[in-house]
Every structure is written in C-alpha cells, then in structure tokens.
T-cell receptor, first 115, second 111 residues
Framework: NAGVTQTPKFQVLKTGQSMTLQCAQD?????MSWYRQDPGMGLRLIHY???????DQGEVPNGYNVSRSTTEDFPLRLLSAAPSQTSVYFC??????????????FGSGTRLTVV | QQPVQSPQAVILREGEDAVINCSSS?????VHWYRQKHGEAPVFLMI?????EQKGHDKISASFNEKKQQSSLYLTASQLSYSGTYFC????????????FGGGTRLMVKP
C-alpha cells in the first residue's frame, strides 16, 4: 500500500496563479483533511472531509477550495495564489473506529512558494 | 484555540528523560501525539481517549488528565532517534476527527 500520496512535492507559483495540490489514499479511509504548516509552527486545518461528497471548512479556509468526488482523492485548489499562502501543505487520512478515532496518516507534503 | 505545549524546546543527552506537556482550554475527547523530523511528515505516536488512560510505545508513554484537559508525553532513556519536533493534537469530539495542533516542542538528543 502506498498510504497517502501527495503531488507535487515542490511548487513555485506567481501571485495570482491558481493550482491544484493532489492527494490520494489507498487505505479506504473515510476522513481526509488538509493542513498547512508555517515555519516554526504547528499544523493548521484548512478543509476536511468525512466522506465522498462531504466537505467542510477548518480553521484557515480562505483562498482554498476542496472537493471529494471519490473516497480516494481529495484535491486542494488555490484560487488565486498569494505570498501568504507560502507554506508546506500536508494531506492526511484516517478512519473512525468503534473505540474512538485513529491517528492520522500524513502524506509527505507539498512545499509551496508564492512569489 | 490551539493547545499550548511546553517546553518549546529541550536538549537532552542520550539516556536522559524528558516530559512534554500539552494543555487545552477546551473539554477534550482525545489527545494525539506526533513526531516530525526535519523536512518530513508528522508520524503518529499514540492517541489517548478521555478516561485518563496512559499508553506506552517502546520507551515513550503518555497520560491524559481529563479533569485538567492536560496530556503529558514521557520519553524515557532517550535515544538519538527521538530527536524531532513533537506535536500534540486535540479533538473535542469523535465526530469529524478534526484535530487542533499545538505549536510543537523541539527535542534534540545529543550523544
């Protein structure tokens, strides 16, 4: 199993450009989420999904869109890139067990620079 | 509001012990602990559900005080491989699995 796969690993964008960060998991997990991590800080939740067709906003959703058409894929779209969106983006998946929630499995991250 | 971790950084010699604390102002359902090495993704260590249980993983264990909304991560007889940044993630319920992460504790273990 590949786990959680993110592409690309690195990306440089110009201000105003749009792009999609890809995330795919092969573990049939219900929950998927996107986090951003800024230097020296913890992870902040952007958007999350509890299943195909269901998404919701996290702590810092502005400037980002998501969709979940399949269980496997959860792409993150930057609508109009801004320098403030320079960050490392992590996608994660998990499923809710009967005893509580499992820990997340994180992808390897996408390092995004907006110039 | 994100949980508060302390200390922000700690330097150990191999074989020494360390405690990392995580405190929330909200009533918690669960606390998760992760370790992240530089340039890599966070790796899941353990999860503690409300009920005050303590868990262990090799020489790393954790406790959760539900009344105080505090969790502590205990690293015993530290090894060089323990170096990294430790994050706690907190959840207020089990519906949605949204975690709020603390700012991290940077741990460096020296020979």
């Amino acid at each position: 199993n590949a786990g959680v796969t993110q592409t690309p690993k690195f990306q440089v964008l110009k201000t105003g450009q749009s792009m999609t960060l890809q995330c795919a998991q092969d573990m049939n997990h219900e929950y998927m989420s996107w986090y951003r991590q800024d230097p020296g800080m913890g992870l902040r939740l952007i958007h999350y999904s509890v299943g195909a067709g269901i998404t919701d906003q996290g702590e810092v959703p502005n400037g980002y869109n998501v969709s979940r058409s399949t269980t496997e894929d959860f792409p993150l779209r930057l609508l109009s890139a801004a320098p403030s969106q320079t960050s490392v983006y992590f996608c994660a998946s998990s499923y809710l067990s009967s005893t509580g929630s499992y820990g997340y499995t994180f992808g390897s991250g996408t390092r995004l620079t907006v110039v | 509001q994100q949980p508060v971790q302390s200390p922000q950084a700690v330097i150990l010699r191999e074989g020494e012990d360390a405690v990392i604390n995580c405190s929330s102002s909200k009533a918690l359902y669960s606390v998760h602990w992760y370790r992240q090495k530089h340039g890599e993704a966070p790796v899941f260590l353990m999860i503690l559900l409300k009920g005050g249980e303590q868990k262990g993983h090799d020489k790393i264990s954790a406790s959760f005080n539900e009344k105080k909304q505090q969790s502590s991560l205990y690293l015993t007889a530290s090894q060089l491989s323990y170096s990294g940044t430790y994050f706690c993630g907190t959840a207020v319920n089990n519906a949605g699995n949204m975690l709020t992460f603390g700012g991290g504790t940077r741990l460096m273990v020296k020979p």
